[in-house]
């Protein structure tokens, strides 16, 4: 708990004595934070999208004529 509240403390310090720089740093960090939480969401689909590949390409196999056949 005390490592989200800890960060709010010093971000209220910087805005009391430094506003410009208060905003920039918490733009900076936010931003940070955006792109590599919107990564590991992209990395989390990309996964979920093999898995389902790898389940459709598992339960059909074709044969040597051609047809499709169901694997259980």
């Excluded at 709010?8 to 506003?19: R, Y």
């Excluded at 689909?45 to 898995?51: E, F, T």
């Amino acid at each position: 708990m005390f490592r989200y509240i800890f960060p709010v403390i010093v971000f209220a310090l910087i805005f009391k004595v430094f506003p410009t720089l208060g905003i920039i740093v918490s733009a900076v960090t936010f931003g940070t934070c955006a792109v590599i939480f919107s990564m590991l969401i992209i990395v989390k689909l990309v996964k979920i999208i093999k898995s389902l590949t790898k389940i459709k390409c598992k339960v059909y196999q074709e044969d040597a004529q051609g047809r499709a056949t169901r694997i259980e």
